[in-house]
DNA sequence: TCAGTTTGTCAACAGTGTTGACAAACTGGC
DNA sequence: GCCAGTTTGTCAACACTGTTGACAAACTGA
């Protein structure tokens, strides 16, 4: 009954997916959502209560890109880890929807999804009930919050990157050593590699700490 | 010479800092704050760039209510492990300003100030220059992350946030057992305590995987 | 005194999300 | 077949946002 719709709730997320895709998450826009639509950019309150509803709804679908079964032979750590990195690259792609998805569970499908696979791997490595819920929050913690911070800057080109990274350690390095001397000692060692290796070695520690507190080590 | 000056970047920052302190940041438009200057909006602009350029110094400024001194008797876990609660604390009270300071290094005085007391405890606990950098990194990216995650929620008051937490157990709980039996089973433990809690219990997962790593264990 | 500079004011532009009135187009009941 | 009711897209408008350029006030150095 009632007039027969063009669009659908579905049809709309993908077209912001894909908005968002090409043109960046800045582009997703009521206006501008409209006009790739077609319509009128108010039908869209028709199906999402607000752009924020929309916006979360895109990116559970982003996570649809993190492919969470284990791999034959991979151990509960080696597929935690993997599910992780994935995670972080994945919310990395679009900045303010990293930091939408992580305001508050979304417990849209895909959130669900990979929830239940890392609690999966952490109760395969032994972790008990408590342990396990405690690690999943760290991780999640770690990985997204990884995202929110790095986004902006995985936004520019890496040769961009690169120079800003090397500009930020000679940076420290110039400091007045009386006030700053472990960080101009450091300096040298400080924002080495790309943001995505410094994530990975921090969640190794995080692993090593979530590691000794399992009981099949 | 010139027109005398009757703001100053001082007291532009000071204004704006009290309009974040006393009605979020989101009150933080440049029409509110000439208001609460009593000037044109437009006049901040003669001191800042863009406003981007002030949210950058008002976070700064926030930062200094951390305090990295080590207590007497503290050993240099204890006084990472504080300055980084802290830290999180600090951010957590202003969403968009930690996603916002997180972005890039703002280099500005108490970011220094930190980044210096942090390296140095992780010197006194015996890291080398290599292995200090990256826990400062992987410190930074969990206590920052953190804090742009759960911001949102935070600015709720402590009731609601207790029933959102509860609700959300309660949700994990019911999910059907055959494709989310971690979930299910987990669901009692997920969400437990407060977001301060569940991150510092996190930093100590962490911090085992540090200190793991250092000489003098 | 007068030019130059700084600094605040004002109007305006191009955006944003969102609301309420209206009309088109369908379905179920008579 | 028609009419009421419902859904759904359109349109104008509101209240915001950051930011710019022209202008004027108020000072300093020559």
Known sequence: MG???SLSRASIIAAAA??????????????????????????????FATMADLEREVGDRFLRAVDVRPRAGEGWRATTRRICVTLRR???????????????PTRLANEMRI???????????GCSYTHAAASYHALIE??????????????????????LYGEWRREY??????????????S??????????????????????????CSTR
């Open 18 to 47: 894909l908005l968002v895709r090409e043109q960046g998450v800045a582009a997703l826009t009521a206006r501008r959502l409209g006009e790739a639509l077609g319509c009128d950019p108010t039908a869209v309150y028709r199906h």
């Open 188 to 213: 040298d060692q400080l924002y080495r590699g790309s943001a995505g290796d410094r994530f990975e070695a921090a969640l190794d520690l995080l692993l090593d700490g979530i590691e000794s507190r």
């Open 115 to 125: 929830t239940e696979a890392l609690l999966r791997e952490l109760a395969r490595g």
């Open 3 to 5: 007039r027969p719709a």
């Open 142 to 163: 770690l990985a997204v919050g990884s995202a929110a911070i790095d986004a902006p800057i995985a936004a520019q080109p890496a040769a961009v990157r690169r120079r």
């Open 90 to 104: 994945v919310q990395l792609r679009q900045p303010r929807l990293a930091a939408l998805i992580s305001a508050a």
């Open 173 to 186: 390095a110039k400091l007045p050593f009386a006030r700053f001397p472990a960080s101009v000692a450091t």
